[in-house]
């Protein structure tokens, strides 16, 4: 099977078929899905997958009112599976957009409206692919797994429930906006609480307690000599103080017994919860504070993740990315976090992020470019429908 032909087979469809993904992706954009509101969008994703004839589609739940939704297509030879991945929530549209952010508008080449970019031109174009794919099952080998998830922009709960569930792909692909590059891996992200526990004395005494916000704050002035590791491809993350509290609710003149703290510490692969949580205790050790304190680990936790450059589904999907967009594909390494920081670490399924480009992302006039839509759908057709040949490196399922 000559996979390039596939993709010239491709190219003609999108031509003929534009009006179809640009009409799900202004649907998409028109619904309100702020995270906690995504059951609608959900129904949507839904129907249009079972319209398009996929073999199975079902509602996951994950909360009350709140589902994830995951389809499969089989094919009729043995092969991969291949997992395409998203996130149906969005954040809040906040003030100063041109435009109404629930209401898609096109224009210059653009799709505006909260989402457009993050990530409902990705989800637009998986849409797209799998009604593709559909009508041309005989071509595919092994399976596709389609799973648009709740709740990635919070806590990340629909993706964990998806992995609860029993996730396994050999590869995978998150349509996340990364334009001409693919993330590879990215910095993880934990939430540290510090719970310090003083001895209460009248204020006039304070020689007789043990004041707990002081003995916080000599340990926060202290975080810096906490030695941060680097990675080859990360650069090393600094401790950030997110919040302080302590003292009287009521105004009283007594030593404060008690302060909480919450720490933010984004990570690179080496420094795991145990390790940062290890490091912390040493410092109180090394600053000899009399306070106790006790360092507890909160949600949401993402840890850092580096699937390298080598595995063969890349190498194929870079060539494929170079042919249609005209430019090499880059890998590259997220600054932030997304569901990809638990699929990758809990799973062990190399997933990277190849997704549409544009602007605006968690800001106002958040928009993205339609030809760039259209070449993911593109890109994502020709790699599904040409895995056969992508045989060293595949997962045992079991």
């Keep these: 099977m000559n996979p390039w032909t596939l993709k010239e087979k491709a190219k003609m469809y999108i031509e003929q078929d534009r009006a179809f993904t640009e009409g799900i992706l202004s649907k998409l954009i028109g619904i309100f899905s702020v995270t906690g509101s995504e059951a609608e969008i959900g129904d949507y994703i839904h129907s249009q997958l079972k319209e398009s004839g996929v073999d199975t589609v079902t509602r996951q739940p994950v909360t009350e009112h709140r589902f994830n939704v995951v389809a499969t297509i089989k094919g009729e030879r043995p092969g991969p599976r291949i997992l395409f991945t998203g996130h149906m929530d969005t954040v809040p549209a906040g003030d100063g957009w041109e435009t109404d952010p629930f209401s898609a508008v096109k224009r210059d080449g653009r799709m505006y409206g909260r989402g457009s970019l993050d990530m409902?031109?990705?989800?637009?174009?998986?849409?797209?692919?799998?009604?593709?794919?559909?009508?041309?099952?005989?071509?595919?080998?092994?399976?596709?797994?389609?799973?648009f998830v709740a709740d990635e922009e919070a806590y990340s709960t629909g993706v964990d429930t998806l992995i609860r569930n029993g996730l396994a792909a050999d590869f995978g692909i998150a349509a996340e906006p990364e334009g001409d590059k693919a993330i590879v891996g990215a910095l993880g992200k934990m939430l540290i609480r510090a719970d310090i526990k003083g001895i209460a004395s009248h204020g006039c005494q304070p020689e007789k307690g043990l004041n707990a916000i002081e003995e916080g704050a000599r340990f926060l002035a202290a975080l810096d000599q906490i030695p941060l590791l680097s990675h080859p491809n990360m650069p090393s993350q600094p401790y950030v103080t997110l919040k302080i509290e302590g003292g009287f609710k009521e105004y009283s003149i007594v030593v404060p017994e008690s302060c909480s703290i919450l720490i933010n510490k984004h990570t690179v692969p080496a420094e795991t919860k145990e390790y940062v949580i290890g490091e912390m205790e040493k410092l109180v050790r090394k600053l000899h504070l009399k306070a106790k304190f006790a360092f507890t680990p909160e949600t949401p936790y993402y840890a850092a993740y580096d699937i390298g450059t080598q595995v063969p589904y890349l190498e194929k999907i870079s060539s494929i990315f170079q042919d249609v967009v005209g430019k090499p594909l880059r890998c590259a390494y997220g600054t932030g976090v997304s569901d990809n920081n638990r699929i990758v670490p809990l799973t062990g399924i190399p997933v990277v992020s190849i997704g549409p480009c544009g602007d605006g992302m968690h800001s106002c006039n958040e928009w993205v470019g339609l030809e760039s839509v259209h070449q993911m759908d593109m890109i994502y057709r020709s790699f599904v429908l040409s895995n056969e040949e992508v045989r060293n490196g595949r997962r045992d399922r079991g």
């Design 120 to 147: 409902k031109g990705g989800i637009a174009a998986v849409l797209s692919t799998a009604k593709y794919v559909v009508e041309h099952k005989d071509q595919l080998a092994g399976e596709l797994l389609i799973a």
